[in-house]
C-alpha cells in the first residue's frame, strides 16, 4: 500500500485540529485539538520511519509523546487556575495581559 | 486490495470522524470522547505501520493518561460549559473555514504531488535486535541518550509546574471537628444543605435545586459555581 495515503491523513487530521484551535473558544476545547495537530504529527513520524526502513521516526514520535504527556500537565493546571480567578474557560475572558 | 488497506480505509474514515466530532460539537465532555475514539482509531493505524510500541504507548499515554486527564478537568471547570453560539469577533466562523480549507489544499496538495514515497518496510530494523521494542530501546539508550536525559529534566519540570500552579495557600487555620459542628447546631439550618439538581433539569453540580416555588437555591451548589452577585443571599438562606 502507497504510503503517501499516510501522510495525506495526518495532513487533514492536521488541518483539522488548526481548524480547530482558530474557529473554537473553550479552551479546553482548543487545547484538544493541539493534541489532534501533535497526533497527526505523529503519524507523519511512524510513516516516514516505515519508508526510511530505520526505526528513527519512531523514536521522535515517542519523544513528541512525552513532550505532549509534560505539556498537557501544565496547560491544564493554567486553565484551571484562570478558571479559578476567572470563573470561566473561555479564551475570550483571558485578556489580564491586554491592559 | 490486502488486508493492510482495508483496515487503513476503516479506521482512517474513524479518525477523520472523531476528529470532526471534535470540533463540530458544542459540549466539552462530547468532544473529549470524540478525541479518544479519534486516539485509539489512530493506534490501529501504527499496527499497520509496524510500530506496535507506539500503538500501545498512544492508547496508555493518549487514550489513557491524557484524555482522563482533560475529562477530570472538564469536571472541574463544570460539564455544562458549552461554547455560546453567539459569536464575539464577527466573520470568525467564516474566516477560519477559509483559513482552514486553504491551508488543508496546501498542505495536501505539497504531499500529494511532490513527494513519492519508498517504502522500504520495517522488517529488516525490527529484526535487528529481535524486535521492534528492542530495537527503539537500542536507538533510545544508545543514539538518542542525551534527549532521554533531558526528557526526565522536562518532566520533573512539568511536575513542579503543575504543582506550584495548582496550589492554592490556606488562609485560614483548618476547622476543628468541633467548631464545625457548633457552626453547624447553632444557626437555623441544622439538616443538610440541599444537593445540586435537586428538582431541576439536569443533575450535574453546577445546577441549583429548584425550592418549592420553583427559585433556583444557591445554597444547593458548591462555593466556586454560585454565582458572586447570590453569595450573600446564598449565605442568608443558611443562617435565617
Redesign the interface.
Known sequence: ?????????A??????????V?????A??V???V??ML?AA??AF??A????????G??A???V??????????G??????I??TR?S??I?EANLLKY | M?G??VV?WIT?IF??VG??G??LSRK?VH??LW?AF??VN?AV??FT???P??AT??IV??TG??MM??LF??M???VD???SLLE?LKG??LL??L??LA??AL??SG??ST????????D???GDYGG?IQ??AH??FN??LL?FEV?SA??I???I??MV??H?ERWAPRKTQAELSRERTFTSQVTPLPNPGVLARHNAVDTPALLPDGTPSQASLPK?FRE?SHEDEAAKEVTS
Open positions: 500500500m502507497n504510503p503517501n495515503n499516510y501522510l495525506i491523513l495532513g487533514i487530521l492536521f488541518t483539522i485540529g488548526a481548524f480547530g482558530v474557529v473554537r473558544r473553550n479546553i476545547i487545547f484538544m485539538s493534541e489532534m497526533n505523529n503519524l511512524a510513516t520511519a516505515r519508508t526510511t526502513g530505520t526505526l528513527d519512531q523514536v514520535a515517542f519523544f509523546m512525552v513532550v505532549a504527556a509534560a505539556e498537557v500537565v501544565v491544564l493546571a493554567i486553565i484551571v487556575t478558571f479559578r470563573r474557560a473561555s475570550d | 490486502n493492510e488497506s487503513f482512517a479518525a477523520v476528529a470532526l471534535m470540533v466539552a468532544s473529549a478525541v479519534a486516539m489512530l493505524l501504527y505501520l509496524q510500530a510500541f507506539l504507548t498512544q499515554v493518549y493518561a491524557v486527564l482533560f478537568v472538564l472541574i471547570v463544570g460549559s458549552s461554547d464575539t470568525q466562523r477560519a473555514t483559513f482552514g491551508f488543508g498542505l495536501l504531499v500529494a513527494i513519492a514515497l519508498r517504502d522500504n518496510g520495517l529488516v530494523a525490527n521492534n530495537g527503539i536507538l533510545v543514539r538518542y534527549a526528557t522536562l518532566l519540570t512539568a511536575v509546574g503543575a500552579l495548582a492554592r466556586q458572586t
